[in-house]
């Protein structure tokens, strides 16, 4: 075709589009790719701790993939994702006829491209991609990095400018485009997660920025901030990064919340129960995440004091989690609840949550963190919250609004199949590694001791079928999208009186226990 041809026209509508759907379209395309890629990060990770011994890729080449894994899946797939989601139905949920920048809406998504294209290529770079972990830590980020920490501070930088746009406006469009008659309280739970999500990563975006401006003048201005040989602090580096982490869990998971919130009344054919209470708690949940930082930081050697006022604040964010999974739970209670797939998964979300939320009060308890500190039970621990929580949530809300978004149904039976294998095998992976933990394997080591063994393969095994059940959710997503049935086709009913109720499907289209209403 020329250089005007229909191939051009379509990609420059997809560049230069402000149509909401659009732009949560290629966020969610975006994400998934991301997390094609930290997942693969991730199988290389597994594959080298099969069995002990170095049998695979470089020591220093593990500590860069545990860095990517961590970044990418974190800032380049989980966030994104849930963005998109917002980009689709925040306005449809408040009757909104697009977000209120549209504009900025676009530009919000397309600095992420070349950031993570930019983070990627630092694999083949001189001195390689950073390998001081997800957290950075300095020194290790600043005195002993490779040359690329410089890319990859320019990197944060920029996701940190597209989370504040998207957040901006988000909570430009909850406040000022609401239909007449839809007051606070009465906007869906997932419209109320997000708008507490996006004061919060405004919040503490700019905390990281400052963060990674210090590193930045530490490498290459001859500043001291995180250098004690210079009068400054490394513990200073981890009290800035863990006022922006802790909230940042958050963010990831409030949005997830919000989904499960959405799809549980559905297929329990009930109301939510305790609304109220559901927003108060994600309010709650919010403001404390502001004070239980230094809950990571419990062996730099801080002051009794501290430790006790982290750990009982710590304590108290376990209080909102728990009313919102005890309303989850009674508004599945005595529900006519069907277990489609998207059900399934949130059910899921639910039970493997709650074990990550137990395990997070034990972390929270500074006596006993001394032991579990940096050892495999804390990455047990953060994966049955990130992964479990907001993956699996993820699952559900695309398997819940794919027909909404594209108007034809997934199949159902290779969804179920998606959920029992990403079931088996988030378990086999992530389970024993509580074990592990508690046996003393510290995190991020590429060799292990012999008595590690038996648990780890169980662990890598499982990653590998956790990796596999994902290509199976592409498989499916593509063929609804190509070729999956129709939704919008009439479906029709037989009464037990010879009636006849006919009804357009409903999107997203799912079985009905009982008839529709008489036309």
């Given at each position: 075709m020329g250089a005007h041809g229909p191939a051009t026209t379509g990609l420059m509508r997809w560049v230069t589009t402000t149509n909401h759907k659009d732009i949560g379209t290629m966020y969610l395309w975006f994400s998934f790719a991301m997390f094609i890629m930290g997942g693969a990060f991730a199988m290389i990770i597994r594959a080298e701790l099969f069995q002990p011994g170095l049998q695979i890729v470089e020591p220093e080449f593990f500590n860069q993939m545990t860095t990517m894994h961590g970044l990418v899946m974190v800032f380049g797939a989980i966030m994104p994702s849930f963005v998109g989601l917002a980009?689709?139905?925040?306005?449809?949920?408040?009757?909104a006829p697009d977000m209120a920048l549209p504009r900025m809406n676009n530009l919000s998504f397309w600095i992420l491209p070349p950031t993570f294209l930019l983070l990627a290529s630092t694999l083949f770079m001189e001195g390689g991609a950073p390998n001081f972990g997800w957290t950075f830590y300095a020194p290790l980020s600043t005195t002993y990095a490779p040359?690329?920490?410089?890319?990859?501070i320019f990197g944060v930088h920029l996701m940190g400018l597209s989370s504040i746009m998207g957040s901006i406006n988000i909570i430009a469009t909850v406040v000022n485009l609401r239909a007449p008659g839809m007051t606070y309280m009465k906007m869906p739970m997932f419209v109320w997660t997000w708008l507490i999500t996006a004061f919060l990563l405004v919040a503490v975006m700019?905390?990281?920025?400052?963060?990674?401006?210090?590193?930045?003048?530490?490498?290459?201005?001859?500043?001291?901030?995180?250098?004690?040989?210079?009068?400054?602090?490394?513990?200073?580096?981890?009290?800035i990064f863990w006022?922006?982490?802790?909230?940042?869990?958050?963010?990831?998971i409030l949005p997830a919340f919000g989904v499960v919130s959405q799809i549980i009344p559905t297929f329990a054919?009930?109301?939510?129960?305790?609304?109220?209470?559901?927003?108060?708690?994600?309010?709650?949940i919010a403001f404390l995440s502001f004070i239980v930082w230094a809950h990571h930081m419990y062996t730099v050697g801080m002051p009794i004091a501290g430790e006790l006022f982290f750990m009982y604040a710590t304590m108290l964010i376990a209080v909102p989690t728990g009313v919102k999974v005890f309303n989850w739970i009674t508004t599945m209670w005595q529900g006519a609840m069907t277990f489609e797939t998207p059900m399934l998964f949130c059910i899921g979300f639910v039970f493997l949550f709650t074990v990550g939320g137990f395990t997070g009060v034990m972390l929270s308890l500074a006596p006993v963190d001394f032991q579990y500190h940096d050892s495999y039970f804390v990455v047990a621990h953060f994966h049955y919250v990130m992964v479990a929580g907001a993956v699996f949530s993820m699952s559900a809300a695309v398997y819940y609004w794919l027909p909404k978004w594209c108007g034809r149904m997934y199949n159902e039976n290779m969804g179920k199949a998606h959920f029992w294998i990403s079931f088996i095998g988030f378990n086999l992976t992530f389970f024993p590694q509580h074990f592990l933990g508690l046996a003393g394997m510290p995190r991020r080591i590429p060799d292990y001791a012999l008595q590690f063994t038996d648990f780890n393969t169980m662990s890598s095994i499982g990653a590998f079928i956790y990796g596999a059940s994902q290509i199976l959710f592409l498989f499916n997503v593509v063929r609804t999208i190509t070729s999956g049935e129709k939704t919008s086709e009439e479906k029709t009913w037989e009464g037990a009186e010879g009636l006849e109720w006919t009804v357009a499907t409903p999107a997203p289209y799912h079985t009905f226990s009982t008839p529709p209403e008489v036309k």
């Open positions: 980009n689709w139905l925040i306005p449809m949920m408040i009757g040359d690329t920490v410089t890319f990859f700019p905390v990281l920025a400052g963060a990674v401006t210090m590193m930045l003048m530490d490498v290459h201005f001859g500043t001291s901030f995180f250098s004690a040989a210079g009068g400054g602090d490394p513990v200073l580096f981890q009290h006022f922006f982490g802790h909230p940042e869990v958050y963010i990831i054919r009930k109301p939510l129960f305790g609304y109220d209470s559901m927003v108060y708690a994600t309010a709650s």
